[in-house]
């Protein structure tokens, strides 16, 4: 399967794409005929048939259809000799404003700490709507060459930069919506969230039709129970979905996402509420680590594990080696049926040097760093399917007929292929139509 084979089709012709593999856990098929790969990895054997931008019908292959079903004369088929079938990725952790400053300005020791410092000093010297769009408009262009369609971002909402960065982000939410939905959530110390400033920032974001968000960064702060209840309140009031940083850290006194949870439950707040990061799960005692996830587990909180940042800030000290991962208790809430979500947070910036909105490669370090690598197609639904769902969106990230052909096609047979090399020849499909994966040149981010 190469992209000349594509190539070679007709604008707007129908596909068969024969011989595709899809984890199972991202099909809606009603007939799940499932065999293991060498690897383990569960898969499906199946013909994907495409019409007008859609998918037409499914056909496994171990299961006769109709001559005049299977008919190749209304497709011009493709053989992906076994090659895997992904919907598009859908990233729900991102912070846009800030990509692609870190070669401008340094983050001096590489701690959270510093970051946050760092990022106000760049946000005086630099941050005009022209900076913003460029730097924003270019991280979108590297999302969607590698194949995805859906992104939420945490945007700045300190007043002296908030307007400015909501209005660039607007403008391309509606210059990008064919190509990628965007979703906005304010970000800024929960502590900041007190009384008239909770009030008025939940009215602008209800008014920018976004989710309500903040960072807890001290959780035993005596205060933030209140706080927590007068947010929720004020989200249940604008119907709107909350969003929290929360124990990014490893001190394994910061109980951020327990104090999350028993808020959601004592206020029995009813919209989806995401929580990201809870590094500091992972530094507690098994019985603080099992209180707090029967609480979440109780509450329908969903998590979103941002492993590539994490492992960049998390245990940093100079001229020592880390001596833990950073990121969150994965396995343990998977085996409470907690919903996971993996994506990609920061990308080239002052919180993360490193990093291109390539859900694939969240996806791979993630398996590595977290030994994921058992039940794969249990994760893939963390960069796909669970992400969807929590931002909502009109159709499920799954494979399925009557959805739209927004689809991604390796080349890779199985879980080992696919993640052992960074996929550079795969192959992107919106609408059914051909997509050029070509990534922009950072020259672009040039003065």
Known sequence: MTITTFNDLPNGCNLR?????????????????????PDGMILLDIDIDIADGRIEALHHLSEPSP????????????????????PCFIDVHTHLDKSHIS????????????AIQAEATDQSNFWSEDDLSKRMNFALQCAYAHGTRAIRSHLCCEEA??????????????????????QPVSILNVDLCEGDYGERLADFVAAQDGVLGCAILDSENPKLPAILDHLLQLAAERSLDIDFHADENGNPASHGLREIARAVLRNDFQQTVLVGHCCSLAQQNPEDINNTLDMVADSNINIVSLPLTNLYLQDRK?????RWRGITCLQEMQARNIPI?????NCRDLFNFFGDYDMHQVLANSVLCGHLDKHIENWATAVATTPSEIMQLSERATIKVGSFADLILFSARSFGELLSRPQIDRVLLRRGQLVDTAVPDYRLLDE
Do not use: C, M
């Not at 794409?17 to 790969?37: D, G, I, Q």
């Not at 070669?103 to 510093?114: F, Q, S, V, Y």
């Open 161 to 182: 930069v908030r307007d400015k960065i909501w209005h660039v982000f607007q403008q391309l939410r509606v210059a990008w919506s064919d190509k990628i939905e965007l």
């Open 17 to 37: 794409l024969k011989n595709a593999r899809v984890p199972s856990t991202l099909l809606e098929y009603p007939h799940k005929k499932l065999h293991s790969s």
């Open 103 to 114: 070669g401008r300005t340094l983050n001096p020791d590489g701690t959270l700490l510093a």
């Open 341 to 345: 979500a993996l994506a990609s947070d």
């Open 318 to 322: 100079r001229g020592t080696t880390p």
């Open 67 to 86: 001559a005049d079903e299977r008919s190749d004369n209304h497709y011009h088929s493709v053989d992906l000799d076994s090659g895997q079938v992904w």
